[in-house]
């Protein structure tokens, strides 16, 4: 039996990324309507395509974990590893963010603690994976994982802006 979990990007990153294209999009519509220079529209719409773009590939990130490989699946395709082929399973922690890299001989695939249920996931793939392979990092990881909320944070601060934008555009219009 191959039993699978799936893990996907938290929600309380996504749900601020959706409202900040979103507002955005209506502050861009705003502008059109009272007719901003061209300038300022270019470099708003510079701002929501990258907002976009990151949003469009953090919703559709998953990673399966099976018992005998991992998937993950990204915008643009699928990767997969098989445990047996494994030459190292590492983690370097920067601060709160932690990325789990595992590589064979051809291959490697990085896993950041932007996963929900993230300290599940490493727990997980500890006990999955061959244990030589592992580092002393990685089995430390596995006893402690950090809860990350900076990119939350900074998500909410960039929907904070965009409102306080709008309702000066908004004010200044009424």
């Not at 979990?5 to 059109?32: C, D, E, H, Q, S």
């Not at 994982?145 to 929907?159: G, H, N």
Request: hydrophobic share 50%; charged share 20%.
């Amino acid at each position: 039996m191959n039993s699978s979990t799936t893990y996907r990007i938290r929600k309380g990153f996504l749900i601020p990324m959706a409202i900040t294209v979103v507002l955005g999009v209506a502050l861009l519509l705003i502008g059109m309507a009272v007719q901003l220079p061209a300038g300022r529209l270019y470099l708003l719409a510079a701002f929501i395509a990258p907002a976009l773009l990151i949003f469009i590939e953090s919703s559709r990130r998953r990673v399966h974990l099976h018992n005998d490989h991992i998937l993950m699946e990204r915008t643009l395709g699928k990767k997969q590893l098989l445990f047996s082929e494994l030459t190292s399973v590492d983690a370097v922690r920067v601060r709160k963010r932690v990325f789990i890299s595992l590589t064979t001989e051809n291959s490697f695939m990085i896993i950041s603690n932007s996963y929900d249920r993230f300290d599940e996931l490493v727990r997980r793939l500890i006990d999955l994976v061959p244990q030589p392979t592992l580092s002393n990092e990685a089995r430390e990881l596995a006893a402690d994982p950090p809860r990350k909320c900076s990119d939350i944070f900074s998500a909410w601060l960039a929907v904070a802006v965009l409102l306080l934008v709008i309702a000066v555009q908004l004010r200044s219009i009424f």
